[in-house]
């Protein structure tokens, strides 16, 4: 089984892919099962559902911003949005860390960190023993420094909680990067496939088109970040001129071996 999750959809607000286009997209690329988890709503997941898509499955879920950081919910309903405490954080609102655990367990559901490397975890991973796993991979990692960083963190985290599942997940906001990462899984059973995801496949997305992306979608673009954007954009086109060099195919996390 081939499953690609931590997709985002026109439910979010960065984001403009029809649920249409993601469902497309994964057919064209083989997938079995996906995950469409858009920004505190699992209304992007339920209208995939919907669609009733032929050959692919639809896992429910969401990315909820909480005071931990970004925690993808799976096998949920809207409930949670809807009946979750929330609390403000900086200049914006987040949901409470363990008020979600306990909703989405009353569920049944599964809870995995998205982007350890830009959440609390970096301070104080405590929390993740109240979670299923943590993203190994992240689709929209954009630099070989933070791609070194991610995997020195995911080691240490791997020594502290040696039970815990390692998953990837694309963090697709576009079209093409729905390609960027997906697992296999001998099981049948979505819930266990997940669980139990035997590699992580991953090829670097183009990060000038995620920059060129982000630029168009900020709501207040001001001259600062456009300069700090169009610079990004630049470095990504040398990034993706060494992609391409190296042929940028799929590289292989075997999860079980590094779970050992």
């Known amino acids: 089984m081939k499953i690609s999750i931590h997709i985002h959809s026109e439910y979010s607000s960065d984001s403009r892919q029809p649920v249409s286009s993601v469902i497309e997209e994964s057919r064209r690329l083989g997938y079995d099962a996906i995950a469409i988890t858009d920004h505190n709503t699992a209304a992007g997941s339920l209208a995939a559902l919907e669609m009733k898509p032929d050959e692919l499955s639809v896992i ?11 925690i993808l919910a799976l096998f949920i309903d809207d409930s ?52 299923d796993g943590y993203e190994r991979i992240n689709g929209r990692i954009s630099s070989g420094l933070k791609s070194k960083r991610a995997d020195e963190l995911s080691r240490t985290l791997k020594a502290r909680f040696p039970d815990k599942v390692l998953i990837g997940g694309s963090d697709a906001h576009t079209q093409h ?50 300069v700090r954007q169009t610079a990004a954009m630049l470095l990504g086109l040398l990034h993706d001129l060494g992609s391409a060099m190296k042929g940028n195919s799929y590289e292989v996390i075997r999860v079980r071996e590094e779970s050992r």
């Open 60 to 70: 429910t879920g969401a990315e909820f911003s909480t005071d931990k950081g970004h």
């Open 177 to 226: 990067e729905i390609a960027s990462v997906y697992m296999t899984s001998d099981s049948s059973d979505l819930r266990e496939a997940l669980l139990n995801a035997d590699k992580i496949c991953f090829k670097r997305s183009s990060m000038a088109k995620i920059r060129f992306h982000n630029m168009k979608n900020h709501h207040k673009r001001r001259p600062a970040y456009v």
């Open 80 to 131: 949670i949005e809807k009946s979750c405490r929330k609390i403000p954080i900086g200049s914006g609102i987040a949901y409470e860390f363990n008020d979600l655990v306990s909703k989405v367990r009353k569920l049944g559901g599964l809870l995995f960190l998205a982007h350890p490397l830009e959440s609390k975890a970096t301070v104080d991973p405590s929390f993740i023993a109240c979670l």
